[in-house]
C-alpha cells in the first residue's frame, strides 16, 4: 500500500497482499527466412503482446497491474555469418504509455503517466564448441529518457502536488556462455 506523508512530501509504502488478481494476455509472433529476397542468411521476427490485468486493491475496487503497458511490440532482423558461425541480432522493442490510478491511503489517489518507450538492443551469438556458445549483448542503445508524471489528489479531489521528470533508460551489456547437453 502507497500512502502520500504531507509532512515529508514523499510517498511510503508498505508492502502488504492484495489478494486476489488475473492476468490475460495474447502474443502474436512469427519468423520469415528472406531467401526470397537473396539473402538466404537473413530472418526477419517480430512479435505483438497485449497483456489485460486486475487486482483488487486492499484500498476498494479494483485495478490492473502497476507499470503494466497495454502493448508490446518488437521486430527484428537477423543474420547468420557462417564462416565465423556467428549470429547477429538487431532489435527494437517498442512499450506502450501507461495511466495508471492506484488509490492511496486516506482516500486519494495517485494518477501517474508514463510515456512510451522504444529500445534497439544488439546481439551476436557464437558457437565456441559443440553444443556451446557465447553470447554477446547491447541493450537500449538509444538510451531514450522516460517520461513520467505523478499527480497526487486528497479525497476530496483536490490537486495536492505534480511532479514532472524525466528518468534515464540505462544501456545493458551482457556476456553468457551456455551449452546444451
Do not use: C
Not at 490485468?53 to 497495454?70: A, E, H, T
Request: net charge neutral; charged share 20%.
Amino acid at each position: 500500500m502507497t500512502g502520500f506523508d504531507a509532512a515529508t512530501g514523499r510517498f511510503v509504502s508498505t508492502p502488504r497482499n492484495v489478494g486476489d488478481a488475473h492476468a490475460y494476455g495474447l502474443e502474436l509472433s512469427g519468423r520469415m527466412p528472406l531467401d526470397d529476397l537473396g539473402l538466404a542468411d537473413a530472418a526477419l521476427w517480430g512479435s505483438a503482446l497485449y497483456t489485460s490485468s486486475k487486482v483488487d486493491d486492499p484500498l476498494g475496487g479494483s485495478r490492473p497491474f502497476l507499470d503494466q503497458p497495454d502493448f508490446v511490440g518488437r521486430i527484428g532482423l537477423d543474420y547468420e555469418y557462417r564462416p565465423w558461425n556467428t549470429t547477429f541480432g538487431l532489435a527494437l522493442n517498442w512499450t506502450s504509455s501507461i495511466n495508471q490510478r492506484p488509490n492511496l491511503a486516506g482516500g486519494g489517489t495517485l494518477r501517474q503517466s508514463i510515456s512510451s518507450r522504444a529500445r534497439l538492443d544488439l546481439t551476436t551469438r557464437t558457437e565456441i564448441a559443440d553444443n556451446s556458445f557465447l553470447t554477446i549483448s547491447a541493450t537500449n542503445l538509444l538510451g531514450q529518457t522516460e517520461g513520467r508524471v505523478d499527480r497526487v489528489f486528497d479525497a476530496a479531489g483536490t490537486l495536492q502536488s505534480r511532479d514532472r521528470r524525466s528518468e534515464p533508460t540505462y544501456r545493458n551489456h551482457f556476456i553468457g556462455i551456455t551449452r546444451a547437453f
